[in-house]
C-alpha cells in the first residue's frame, strides 16, 4: 500500500501535483505558525504561562499580531518556494531562476496583503479569535497560491498542460 501511496505522490498528474502542494504549504503553514506564535510569546511572555498556551488564543496587541504575521509569513515563503522547486512541479523553466523567485516573492506578497488586511479586519475591527482568523485566512491564501504559481510560474514550456487524472488511466 505505501508503494502505491508513493508512486501517486510522486506521479505526473494534476491530483498528484495538487496533493505535494498541499503538503509543501502544510509544511510552510507549520512553520508559519510556529515563527508566528514565538513573536508573539517574545513581545509579551507575560501574558502565557508557557510557550504552548499561545496556540489558545490571548490577547496580543495588534503590532504583535502584525509582526508575527509577516515573520511567519517571510519563514514560510522561504521553505515554500525551496520545496515547489524541489519537490512540488514538474518544471524545468523559469521557477529556478533569480526572475522565478522574484515572481515568486511577489505573487506572495499579494498573498500576504490580503492575510494582513484581513488580520487586522478580522482580529483588530471585529475581535475574531486571531487563530480562528489566522486558519481561514490561510485557506483563501493557499488557493491564492496555487492558481497564481500554477499560471504564471510553474507552467509548463509551451503552454503544455499538465496531464489529467482521465489520460493517465487510459
Known amino acids: ?16 501535483e495538487i496533493l505535494r502542494f498541499v503538503l509543501v504549504g502544510g509544511i510552510a503553514t507549520v512553520i508559519d ?30 503590532l ?12 514560510g515563503l522561504a521553505a515554500n518556494y525551496f520545496l515547489s522547486v524541489v519537490f512540488v512541479y514538474n518544471e524545468e523553466g523559469k521557477s529556478k ?9 511577489v505573487l506572495s506578497a499579494v498573498g500576504l496583503a490580503v492575510h494582513e488586511a484581513g488580520m487586522y479586519l478580522f482580529y483588530t475591527v ?7 482568523v489566522k486558519i481561514f ?8 497560491n496555487y492558481l497564481t504559481r500554477k499560471i504564471f510560474i510553474f507552467r509548463k514550456a509551451g503552454g503544455e498542460k499538465p496531464e489529467n487524472d482521465e489520460e493517465e488511466t487510459r
Open 64 to 75: 504583535a499580531a502584525a509582526v508575527g504575521t509577516g515573520a511567519g509569513f517571510l519563514a
Open 1 to 16: 500500500m505505501f508503494d502505491k501511496v508513493k508512486k501517486f505522490i510522486n506521479g505526473k498528474t494534476l491530483s498528484a
Open 126 to 132: 471585529l475581535r475574531i479569535n486571531e487563530w480562528i
Open 97 to 105: 531562476t533569480i526572475k522565478g523567485f522574484l515572481l515568486f516573492a
Open 137 to 144: 485566512l490561510t485557506t483563501v491564501v493557499l488557493v491564492y
Open 33 to 62: 505558525f510556529l515563527v508566528m506564535a514565538l513573536t508573539l510569546y517574545l513581545f509579551a511572555p507575560e501574558n502565557y504561562p508557557d510557550f504552548l498556551s499561545i496556540f489558545a488564543g490571548g490577547s496580543p496587541t495588534p
